[in-house]
Structures are given as structure tokens and as C-alpha cells.
């Protein structure tokens, strides 16, 4: 399969993975099988599980403690962190001066905790970025690719909707902690619309509590970003949709002047096996008025094609070959300031009605 949709370094850098767990499974080693880039080595404190994974996937070291990976490292190693955000303020602090660093989302517990992972990455001067990969997933990159060439006229509605069945109980680490929804998973709808619109200037939110799901905090989100008055975007997300296939959702849809974009994020209609994403494009007709909808060829999903783009990145970055890292870790701030806006929002409450 074609990687047309994201630039790949012109030498791929070693991995070494800290963490083995389920993302590093399903989508970091597919997606740097696909792109060429060697995987050097793992390191899990669940040392069994890193075995496994390693022997699947034909990396050649496992290592026993994070110290031992990051002394045995290849000299221009890149550390790729997919731990729990509780676990980054001790990783961190762990990898050696200037390496280069892709990190996970979230970027910490909350903006509080990202801001002091922020000022340690620049005091050790990492090359840090986090994995905001659905902004390179092959059907983001062909809409961000159509509207920039002006096929569906400016851009003034972007909505994210999501009902589906969300198998939670795949991260025991959830459990307990006080914020899930946002902080796991709208913050990917939250990155990628400030990947089109830039900042907002606000929130309104409120987030919910499910009652099939009491070990964990809120799992449902409804979220207005505000651009003012001409531009709307939304995010709702409903994750315990327990009932069948027949009436899930999970698109992301851009409206502009002259025509529209819809895409099927297949993924979580099953998570996290997954249906193909598919992409579909209203264009204007001859008449100059919108045509039928078609649908536009994609070069691959969400999982794991997106997780090329953010590792590519970074190699191109630390590489000298690009000047631009799109997700640096201070642009992450920035994403982790809207989720906080959207929890102090939600906790806030609305606007009483007036007796
Ligand atoms: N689309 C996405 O980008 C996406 C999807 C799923 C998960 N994630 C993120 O990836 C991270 C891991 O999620 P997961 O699904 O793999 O969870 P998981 O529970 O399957 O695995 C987490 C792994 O981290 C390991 N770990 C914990 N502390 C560690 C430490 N100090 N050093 C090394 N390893 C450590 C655990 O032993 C476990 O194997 C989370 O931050 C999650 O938000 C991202």
C-alpha cells in the first residue's frame, strides 16, 4: 500500500519502545512495520508481556528496566512512550539528554501536570512530541488536502460525533481515575479541530457518568468549541452505545460554503479490530450547486496508518530534514488547556433558567 499521505525520513531512525501494551500492539509495531522504520527494542515492567510482544513482532531485545534501555540504546534512538499518563513523570526524567521523544496522549493527568512535563522537556531539551496521530490518519490528511485546494469553499462546520460501544475494560488503568472521557479519547477530536481551526477562544461542556460503567469517571461528552459566531464545532461522544451495530455513528464532518466532507472513523465501531474509515466528498456540480455525494479512495486507516505520521515526524525533525514538528510537546499544551477548559466547564455547569 502506498504511503503517499505522510513524508517519510529519508533514514528511519532505531525505536525502542517504553511500554508494551495494548497501542503498541494493535497500531505503533503494525504501522512502523509498514513504514520501514526499525523497532530495536521494548521495555514493559510486565516483562512477560514484553516478551510477547517482541517475539510477535520480531524485535531482537527486551530490556529489564528502563535504565538498561535507555544505557543500551543505538546511538540516535528514538524513545517511543506509550505508558499511562500517571507513569510520564517518571519515564521522562529517565531518557538521556536531547534524544528525540514521542509520547502518548494524553500529555499528563491534567494541564497542571503537562506544563511541568513541558518544562522538563525543555530542560533536558528533548525532541519531544505527542501522538496526535489521527491528524495524519490517511483520511484526515486527504480532507485537510481537498479543503486547503478549496473543493468545498470555506470551511465553517466541523463536527465529530461518536455512539458507539466502547470496550473500557480494556485499560484497567481507567478505573478510579477522575477524569476519562476527554482526557483518553475527545482529546483527539479536541487536537485534531484546533489542527483546522486553530485556537478557540472557549468551551461550553458537560460530560456524564454512564450507569452500566460505575468504576469509571464520565464516558459521554457534549462539547462546543467557540470560533464565534459564523464558525460551529462540535464534539459528542457516547461510548456505551451497547446496542449493536445498526445505529452507531463515528464521523468526522467538515461543512464549507460550496460543499461538504464526511468521514467514517471505522475504527470504533469496533475497537479495536475495526472497519475501513471511509471518506466522502459532496462537490458542487456543473450547475454550482451541491452534487451527489462520492466517495474519495484513502490509502489507509486510522489504526495503524495514522501512527506513521507522528513517528515520521519526528524522525524528519530530529534528522534535520523538517524544521516543523506539528505535534511538539508545547503545542500538546495547548490541546491539554482545552481539555481542562471543557472539565472546569462541565464541573461549572450551565447557565440556570431563568424562573
Ligand atoms: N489512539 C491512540 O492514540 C491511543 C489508543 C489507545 C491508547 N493510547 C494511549 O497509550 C497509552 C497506553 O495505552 P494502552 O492501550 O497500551 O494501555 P495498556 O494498559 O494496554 O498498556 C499500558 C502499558 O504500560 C506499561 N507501563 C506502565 N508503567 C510503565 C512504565 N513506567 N514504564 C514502561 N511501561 C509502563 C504497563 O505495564 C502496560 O503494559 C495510554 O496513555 C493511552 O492513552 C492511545
Not at 501522538?131 to 485546494?149: C, D, K, S, Y
Not at 470496550?167 to 483527539?188: A, K, M, N
Amino acid at each position: 500500500m502506498a504511503l503517499s499521505f505522510v513524508p517519510l525520513p529519508t533514514s528511519p531512525r532505531p525505536i525502542i519502545s517504553i511500554g508494551a501494551g495494548g497501542i503498541v500492539r494493535d497500531a505503533h509495531l503494525p504501522a512502523y512495520k509498514l513504514a520501514g522504520f526499525p523497532v530495536a527494542g521494548l521495555f514493559d515492567p510486565d516483562g512477560a508481556k514484553a516478551a510477547k510482544l517482541a517475539a510477535d513482532f520480531g524485535v531482537p531485545r527486551v530490556f529489564s528496566s528502563l535504565a538498561e534501555a535507555v544505557a543500551q540504546a543505538p546511538a540516535h534512538a528514538v524513545f517511543d512512550v506509550a505508558v499511562p499518563a500517571s507513569a510520564l513523570p517518571e519515564v521522562l526524567p529517565a531518557l538521556p539528554d536531547g534524544a528525540p521523544v514521542l509520547i502518548q496522549k494524553p500529555f499528563g493527568d491534567n494541564l497542571a501536570a503537562a506544563r511541568q512535563l513541558l518544562a522538563l522537556c525543555e530542560r533536558r531539551r528533548l525532541l519531544a512530541a505527542v501522538n496526535f496521530q489521527l491528524r495524519t490518519a490517511p483520511g484526515v490528511a486527504e480532507a485537510r488536502r481537498l479543503i486547503a485546494a478549496g473543493v468545498i469553499g470555506e470551511l465553517h462546520d466541523l463536527e465529530v460525533r461518536v455512539t458507539v460501544y466502547t470496550p473500557w475494560q480494556l485499560w484497567t488503568f481507567l478505573e478510579g481515575i477522575p477524569r476519562v472521557e476527554i482526557l483518553y479519547h475527545s482529546i483527539h477530536y479536541v487536537d485534531l479541530v484546533r489542527s483546522f481551526l486553530g485556537e478557540p477562544t472557549g468551551v461550553h461542556a458537560k460530560t456524564t457518568c454512564h450507569p452500566l460503567a460505575p468504576k469509571l469517571a464520565a464516558t459521554r461528552t457534549t462539547m462546543a468549541l467557540d470560533y464565534g459566531d459564523a464558525l460551529r464545532a462540535t464534539i459528542t461522544t457516547n461510548h456505551g452505545h451497547h446496542f449493536g451495530g445498526a445505529h452507531q455513528e463515528s464521523y468526522v464532518k467538515w461543512e464549507g460554503t460550496r460543499g461538504a466532507l464526511k468521514l467514517r472513523l471505522g475504527l470504533l465501531l469496533d475497537y479495536p479490530r475495526g472497519e475501513p474509515d471511509a471518506l466522502a466528498l459532496c462537490a458542487p456540480g456543473a450547475d454550482g450547486r451541491p452534487g451527489d455525494w462520492q466517495p474519495v479512495p484513502l490509502a489507509g486507516n486510522w489504526f495503524p496508518h495514522a501512527f506513521i505520521g507522528p513517528m515520521a515526524a519526528l524522525m524528519r525533525f530530529a534528522n534535520g530534514e523538517t524544521a516543523d514538528l506539528p505535534t511538539r510537546v508545547a503545542d500538546a499544551c495547548r490541546t491539554m488547556a482545552v481539555v481542562e477548559a471543557a472539565y472546569e466547564s462541565s464541573a461549572r455547569g450551565a447557565t440556570p433558567i431563568p424562573a
